[in-house]
């Protein structure tokens, strides 16, 4: 009797043990600021990793693990099964809609172009005969691929996240970066030598990406409505943009989930 109750403990042991918690596997691509990166302690921070722990937790999950994949990497990645779902500012689209799934949006975005101050450009119409960087397969790139010519931008080099981008920027490597505004406008807050010079009207709206008609998408797009109705979504964006999310967008207003 005493052997089968210290087995039985034991095995009751095992069942908590971290071996046997219920993780939730998350890709991003790490130095997205401010939505996914690392602080002065090496730890992942920021808007979507604070979103994605919640979500998990409240769908019964005992943790998250973020895996750092470049972003032209994530949709392959939950198509595979590598991992569970995707963060990283990604944009909702008809095409990407035919092979993955989205949850409901949290967050609407542009696209900008931002240079240096003392490049003298002003605008897109500034860009004739210059050289500007974008994320490799972002909504960003998909833009200036299909406004090359009209433009006259002379070439487009691809980066993989927006810190690198920035550096080149800096450096002269590049003439201007675009990219999703918030993004960049987190970036360059305490960075005077860099201007966000144009908005590009694009009506993005950002969600976490999960495999095609995978059950999580409709699980976790529940998940997010009740971020939103309890006000869990408004004080994450005060915290990481410093002021309340306005009325009319979907990080405050409850959203369909995405369908072709």
Not at 161 to 184: E, H, Q, R, T, W
Request: glycine residues 10%.
């Amino acid at each position: 009797m005493i052997r089968i109750t210290l087995a039985a403990l034991g095995l009751a042991a095992a069942l908590v043990s971290p071996a046997f918690a219920k993780t939730l596997t998350v890709g991003a691509n790490i130095g997205n600021v401010p939505w996914e990166f690392q602080d002065e302690s090496a730890q992942n921070v920021g808007f979507e990793v604070e979103l994605a722990k919640e979500v998990a937790k409240r769908l019964g999950y005992d943790d998250v693990a973020i895996e750092n994949i470049p972003f032209n990497g994530l949709f392959s990645a939950v198509q595979s099964g590598r991992i569970d779902a995707a963060i990283s500012s990604i944009t909702i689209t008809k095409k990407r809609l035919e092979s993955v799934s989205f949850a409901q949006p949290y967050y609407d975005s542009d696209q900008s172009l931002s240079v240096l101050k003392s490049s003298g450009i002003e605008g897109l119409k500034g860009l004739k005969g210059k050289t500007v960087g974008v994320d490799t397969g972002s909504t960003g790139d998909i833009w200036a691929t299909e406004h090359q010519k009209e433009y006259g931008i002379a070439d487009i080099r691809r980066f993989e996240g927006l810190s690198p981008a920035m550096l080149d920027l800096g450096n002269g490597g590049i003439d201007g970066y675009i990219s999703d505004i918030p993004a960049v406008a987190y970036y360059i807050k305490d960075k005077p030598q860099y201007a966000v010079v144009e908005r590009i009207k694009t009506g993005e709206q950002y969600s976490m990406m999960f495999a095609k008609d995978s059950p999580l998408a409709a699980e976790a797009s529940k998940a997010i409505g009740e971020l939103k109705k309890d006000g869990f979504l408004a004080k994450l964006h005060e915290k990481w943009f410093g002021s309340a999310p306005d009325a009319s967008t979907s990080t405050a207003k409850e959203a369909e989930m995405p369908k072709l």
